[in-house]
Antibody, heavy 123, light 109 residues
C-alpha cells in the first residue's frame, strides 16, 4: 500500500519561498497513471487544493494560486515537490500531499494522503 | 468557483444514534461529490465518492445521497470512532475544479 510523507521547513520568512517535498513509499511514483496533488488546510479554515502533477511533469494549478506555485516531480527519488513564492502569513497552513484516486486521468478526489506538515510563515 | 456550504457547523449526537450531514453546492455538480472524515491531528480519510459510492474499507453505516446541488451524508448508528469532522468536496474533471466545504463537526452529546 502506497504511503506518502511530507518534509520541509516548518518556518518560512515572509517573501521567501515555501518548499516542501512528498516522498512516496510502497510504490513507484512513475507506475504509469497517477496524479499527485498538494492540498493545504489553513488554521480554522477548510481544505484548499493547490495543484497536481503527473509523472510526465504535466501540471495543473488552482487558479487562485497559479501565479505563485510550482509543483515538480523527481522520479529517480520517488518524490514530488511544492514551491510557493513569495510566501505570506496567509500561507500558514498544514500542507498535505495526496494521490488522486484516478489512474490515467485525474478523478480529482483523493484516496491516499500524507500525514501533513505544518508550515508557519513568520519573521 | 463552486462554493460548498455544509450544515450544521456542529452536530451533537449520542452514540448509536443517526447523524445526518448536509452539503450544498452553489451550482450543480451532478454527482461529482466526495465525503471525507478527519480526526484531530490526522489527514482526511476518503469515505464516499460519486455522491454515494463507499470507498474501500468504509463501513456500511456510512451512506451518501444526493445530486445536483444538495447532498447528504448519513451515519446510521454512530460509533465512538465516528466522532470527527466531515468535509464534502466537489470535483470537475476538466478543467480541474475542486473545492471543499467548511466541514461539520460531529461531537458526542
Amino acid at each position: 500500500q502506497v504511503q506518502l510523507q511530507e518534509s520541509g521547513p516548518g518556518l518560512v520568512k515572509p517573501s521567501q519561498t515555501l518548499s516542501l517535498t512528498c516522498s512516496v513509499f510502497g510504490g513507484s511514483i512513475s507506475s504509469g497513471g497517477y496524479f499527485w496533488s498538494w492540498i493545504r488546510q489553513r488554521p480554522g479554515k477548510g481544505l484548499e487544493w493547490i495543484g497536481y502533477i503527473f509523472e510526465s511533469g504535466s501540471t495543473y494549478y488552482n487558479p487562485s494560486l497559479r501565479s505563485r506555485v510550482k509543483i515538480s516531480i523527481d522520479t529517480s527519488k520517488n518524490q514530488f515537490s511544492l514551491r510557493l513564492s513569495p510566501a505570506t502569513a496567509a500561507d500558514t497552513a498544514v500542507y498535505y500531499c495526496a494521490r488522486d484516486a484516478g489512474w490515467g486521468a485525474p478523478y480529482n478526489w483523493f484516496d491516499t494522503w500524507g500525514q501533513g506538515t505544518l508550515v508557519t510563515v513568520s519573521s | 468557483e463552486v462554493v460548498m456550504t455544509q450544515s450544521p457547523g456542529t452536530l451533537s449526537v449520542s452514540p448509536g444514534e443517526r447523524a445526518t450531514l448536509s452539503c450544498r453546492a452553489s451550482q450543480s455538480v451532478s454527482r461529482n461529490l466526495a465525503w471525507y472524515q478527519q480526526k484531530p491531528g490526522q489527514a482526511p480519510r476518503l469515505l464516499i465518492y460519486g455522491a454515494s459510492t463507499r470507498a474501500t474499507g468504509i463501513p456500511a453505516r456510512f451512506s451518501g445521497s444526493g445530486s445536483g446541488t444538495d447532498f447528504t451524508l448519513t451515519v446510521s448508528s454512530l460509533q465512538s470512532e465516528d466522532f470527527a469532522v466531515y468535509y464534502c468536496q466537489q470535483y470537475k474533471n476538466w478543467p480541474p475544479s475542486l473545492t471543499f466545504g467548511g466541514g461539520t463537526k460531529v461531537e458526542i452529546k
